[in-house]
């Protein structure tokens, strides 16, 4: 499958979307989803990497399949605002490459 670009995502999860009469949910509903979402990674996160183990019973989610939720609910929700998260992702890398520009330690760059 060739590269698609945040936007071919948003396009995607429109089409999706639009085909039933229920469209998007609320923002409220939205928000309330992706806490759900968020905690199931949170699991996940817990049962790989944490001292959590899972139970026999639990059936298997992974990481991944957790991520893509949050991000279809992202998207979801960018889309339902009419935000565009490219221009979002865009935004969000000037503040960090402006106002966060020396917050972290970075790795010595020096030519050796």
Request: proline share 3%; glycine share 6%.
């Given at each position: ?62 990481i ?29 890398m ?19």
């Amino acid at each position: 499958m060739s590269e698609r670009t945040l936007k071919d995502l948003q396009d995607e999860v429109d089409q999706y979307i639009s085909q039933f009469k229920e469209g998007y949910f609320s923002p409220l509903s939205m928000l309330a989803r992706m806490s759900e979402e968020v905690g199931e990674l949170a699991r996940e996160v817990n049962h790989s990497y944490g001292e959590k183990p899972k139970k026999a019973s639990e059936g298997s989610n992974s990481i991944e399949l957790e991520l893509g939720d949050i991000l279809f609910i992202t998207i979801c929700f960018a889309n339902s605002l009419g935000i565009d998260l490219t221009e979002a992702h865009e935004k969000v890398m000037h503040k960090f490459n402006t106002r966060d520009a020396n917050r972290w330690t970075k790795i010595n760059t020096e030519p050796s």
